[in-house]
């Protein structure tokens, strides 16, 4: 079956601009979740969607958004673009969701560079 | 949120050797995870255990809920074992939503 699928998988924009991220999930699964990666900060939770609703966010600001659609497929959007938000961003899908007793399979991520 | 501590977190050893990756979390869960990431940044689950202890081949994940900490051991090494090990554990400590994950375990073994 195919696995989680995530678009674009690398992307360079400017200081103020705004990116949208895709993530398709493998399929029946429903629940998604989104991740940031950086060298300083390691893998940080970003929010959970399940079945079209945010169950969780992490501690970031703002800026940082995202929802899911009817057929689970998310999307995340970072607006204003700060230097400090170039990172791997990874999303990952699960039958109901990481904490519960689901393995979760991650998407290959969003390489994003700011300049 | 819950607070995962990972150690250490950078790890060489010759192959053959016996590999023990520590983690542990602060608030009380259902699952916990232990990933790898290779460079490139792909992340595979290895195991999500909630009690007692999990095989997979040369790898085995123990957990110990009471004391809230996890072990990754892997036997005769190889250098394919190579990559960065992860801990994660549920974000508020219950329920389904996202992961906090550890610091990562840097793990290079030498032929």
């Known amino acids: 079956k195919a696995g989680v699928t995530q678009t674009p998988r690398y992307l360079i924009k400017t200081r103020g601009q705004q990116v949208t991220l895709s993530c398709s999930p493998i399929?029946?699964?429903?629940?998604v979740s989104w991740y940031q990666q950086t060298p300083g900060q390691g893998l940080q939770f970003l929010f959970e969607y399940f079945s079209e609703t945010q169950r969780n966010k992490g501690n970031f600001p703002g800026r940082f958004s995202g929802r899911q659609f009817s057929n689970s497929r998310s999307e995340m959007n970072v607006s204003t673009l700060e230097l400090g938000d170039s990172a791997l961003y990874l999303c990952?899908?699960?039958?109901?969701?990481?904490?519960?007793?689901?393995?979760?399979?991650f998407g290959a991520g969003s390489r994003l560079t700011v300049l | 949120k819950n607070e995962v501590e990972q150690s250490p977190q950078n790890l060489t050893a010759q192959e053959g050797e016996f590999i023990t990756i520590n983690c542990s979390y602060s608030v009380g869960i259902s699952a916990l995870h232990w990933l790898q990431q290779h460079p490139g940044g792909g992340i595979v689950s290895l195991f999500m255990l909630s009690s007692g202890k999990k095989k997979h081949g040369r790898l085995i994940a123990t957990i110990n809920i009471q004391e809230k900490h996890s072990s990754l051991h892997i036997t005769a090494s190889h250098p394919r074992d190579s990559a960065v090990y992860i801990c994660a554990a549920p974000y508020s400590g219950g329920g389904a939503d996202g992961l906090t994950f550890g610091k990562g375990t840097h793990l290079i073994i030498q032929p």
């Open positions: 990952a899908s699960s039958w109901t969701g990481g904490g519960g007793a689901n393995v979760l399979t």
């Open positions: 399929s029946g699964h429903r629940s």
